[in-house]
């Protein structure tokens, strides 16, 4: 019986596209983004911002050994928030609906940039805060470790304490569902387009009544 639902938030919750980011970090100077910036998962800088091995002053004096020229701290988180377009508001109502039936859950490679500005901002759209949706988040710089390492996955059973059997996952990502499904987490792959609620609403076994 699913009790749970676990989510991922770029490409599954908040949309997200890449290309703006890399685009904006290219206008500052850094004419290899590409070579750092993934869909699923980052390199250099970027990916010690998100498993939390970088602080954010770290994370700043790094990025500058890339960039040729003279940039502050704020041109730099402007641009990787451009990874983040936004949050339709349908999306978060159908999450408060979900709440009423399910545990409802995020596990997201992410990091304390994006999270003190843009993500944060985008779930108060609808009068809320992001807490006020999930019974319990994961972060990758938090757990020190990101997708789709299996430390994420033990940091998700052992501090949400939900039961994998009981959980449906969303991702955007196979390698990170393949990951999620060696820890018996049920797994539905989120591809650009897809909404998750009708996702879920054809997923064997799940009836979405409104009754938690």
């Known amino acids: 019986m699913i009790k749970n639902l676990l989510f991922d938030l770029g490409g599954v919750i908040m949309n997200i596209r890449r290309e703006d980011c890399v685009s904006a970090f290219k ?15 980052q390199a250099g800088p970027f990916k010690g911002i998100e498993d939390g091995s970088y602080t954010i002053d770290r994370f700043h004096e790094e990025i500058r050994k890339l960039i040729p020229q003279e940039v502050s701290d704020e041109a730099i988180d402007t641009a990787f928030g451009k990874f983040l377009t936004g949050i339709p508001v349908e999306r978060l109502r159908e999450l408060e609906k979900l709440h009423r039936r399910f545990g409802i859950y995020m596990l997201s490679n992410t990091n304390p940039i994006m999270w003190a500005d843009g993500i944060d ?52 990502s196979e390698k990170n569902l393949e990951a999620a499904r060696e820890f018996g987490f049920h ?21 979405l009544t409104e009754e938690k």
């Open 27 to 41: 206008a500052i100077g850094m004419a290899d983004a590409d070579k750092y910036l993934g869909e699923y998962s």
């Open 121 to 172: 901002r985008n779930f108060r759209k609808d009068g809320h805060d992001v807490d006020y949706y999930f019974d319990g988040i994961v972060k990758s710089y938090e757990a020190g470790a990101m997708k789709p390492d299996p430390a994420i996955f033990r940091t998700v059973i052992e501090r949400l304490g939900i039961k994998p059997d009981e959980t449906v996952f969303f991702d955007d």
């Open 187 to 207: 797994s539905i792959l989120v591809k650009p387009g897809d909404e998750f609620m009708q996702l879920l609403g054809s997923y064997p076994g799940v009836e």
